[in-house]
């Protein structure tokens, strides 16, 4: 390190103290983002890092955040933990059950996003929020939060949590219908959401414009979207164009 600036040498000790990496690891990912601090960390965690995290560290933070009587980080750990992240950080730990965390879901979810800090992981939240607007990691985040959220034994997802689900997944897509969807749901449907329904949402999401100008009304959409779009036609809240 005596060869380099004095500049650079203290980009390669607060890389080092941020990311716990050895002084070889840190000059190579600020070296690949032309030292940069900001670049080099994006270069770090886009690697694998199982082999740095220290499984030590990530029982403290497990048992930081755990229940007093159990084994389980439930509804208030997790809230501490990862606030309006949730469901991606869920997805990182395949997270069986919404707001709860055993302590292999949540040691294994941060071994594979490479971390084993608290301050690790809030210098990765920003990469972690990226995933949302990435299109095949939201499908798969999507896919999974149907059978995350859903009640233990159920087929289907409740009303209430699907539509809490839409609002939180679709709030980083910016789906100008969606306010519409959710209101159509409690005034015309008021029932559960099957996985089908909620598969194909994403799917019509994705295909469909905004104003209904290329919607198929003979394609195979599941019968609660073909009453979604009659339902904005109605009342006037889109004016098609054939």
């Not at 270069?43 to 990530?58: A, E, G, I």
């Amino acid at each position: 390190m005596y060869k380099l600036g004095r500049g650079n040498r203290d980009k390669v000790q607060q890389f080092m103290t941020i990311t716990g990496a050895s002084e070889k690891v840190a000059l190579q990912a600020l070296k690949a983002s032309d030292w940069h601090l900001e670049g080099a960390f994006d270069f770090f965690y886009s690697q694998p890092q199982v082999s740095v995290v220290n499984t030590r560290h990530l029982e403290d933070i497990f048992n930081r955040y755990k229940e007093p009587d159990a084994d389980m980080i439930m509804v208030e750990g997790i809230s501490q933990f990862c606030n309006d992240l949730q469901l991606v950080i869920s997805w990182h730990m395949k997270a069986a059950t919404m707001c709860e965390f055993t302590r292999q879901e949540f040691i294994g979810g941060l071994q594979s996003i490479g971390v084993d800090s608290i301050e690790k992981f809030r210098g990765k939240l920003p990469s972690l929020r990226a995933e949302l607007k990435d299109d095949n990691k939201f499908r798969d985040i999507y896919n999974f939060a149907f059978t995350w959220a859903r009640e233990k034994g159920q087929k289907s997802l409740s009303l209430e949590t699907a539509i809490g689900m839409w609002q939180l997944l679709f709030a980083e897509r910016n789906w100008p219908l969606l306010d519409h969807w959710c209101q159509f749901l409690q005034v015309r449907h008021n029932k559960a959401i099957s996985r089908d329904t909620w598969s194909q949402l994403l799917e019509f999401v994705k295909t469909t414009d905004p104003q209904l100008s290329n919607y198929d009304d003979e394609g195979a959409w599941p019968y609660l979207i073909d009453e979604f779009v009659e339902y904005l036609t109605e009342n006037g809240l889109v004016q098609r164009k054939r």
